[in-house]
């Protein structure tokens, strides 16, 4: 009787795995979308920095030269 036992403990701990590892595959796709996400907007907000400084140095430049020419 303790053999039949020690086979439905390992039957029980087989089917428990298979959604635990399904579970940690989605996980895992979904940590790696967010992780793509994360990566993109933060490359989208220096793009967007990198425009301000430009604009901000076109302004800077603007100012000078009607200073320049009052």
Do not use: H, W
């Not at 795995?17 to 220096?46: C, G, H, K, W």
């Amino acid at each position: 009787m303790g053999k039949c036992c020690s086979c439905d403990y390992r039957y029980l701990l087989l089917i428990a795995a298979v959604p635990f590892i399904y579970i940690q595959m989605r996980l895992f796709v979904t940590q790696s979308r967010y992780a793509d996400r994360i990566a993109d907007a933060i490359e989208a907000e220096n793009q967007c920095t990198r425009q301000t400084r430009l604009l901000i140095d076109q302004i800077s430049l603007q100012k000078e030269r009607l200073l320049s020419l009052e």
